[in-house]
């Protein structure tokens, strides 16, 4: 019933930026939150940045003052700008919405991520 669907994700150098979206679609009568996480090989999926209805922004420490999230609610689209990136940052990026449809249930979607590969 909805559909998420990043892009943005590559390969770039140490200190580089990337920019990364996530597009929501089908049927969609409010959309509570929207966020990325990431999982890196080996590791468990967690949690980067979320925005919520209202424009608050929550950051996982690690990427504080590099990452920032923002959405154009217009669009129903979530935008990660990733600043000075380091290798550890390598991962699969999801997006992922708390989605209130219009039967008017609410579920947790996710998109089918994008790599983003940060080299030394």
């Known amino acids: 019933q909805v559909q998420l669907v990043e892009s943005g994700g590559g390969l770039v150098q140490a200190g580089g930026s990337l920019r990364l979206s996530c597009a929501s679609s089908g049927s969609i009568f409010r959309i509570n939150r929207m966020g990325w996480y990431r999982q890196a090989p080996g590791n468990q999926r967690e949690l980067v940045a979320f925005?919520?209805?209202?424009?608050?922004?929550n950051y996982a420490d690690f990427v504080k003052g590099r990452f920032t999230i923002s959405r154009d609610y217009a669009k129903n689209t979530v935008y990660l700008q990733m600043n000075s990136l380091k290798p550890e940052d390598t991962a699969v990026y999801y997006c992922n919405a708390d989605v209130t449809t219009t039967d008017l249930l609410t579920r947790i979607y996710w998109g089918q991520g994008t790599q983003v590969t940060v080299s030394s």
């Open positions: 925005i919520i209805s209202g424009g608050s922004e």
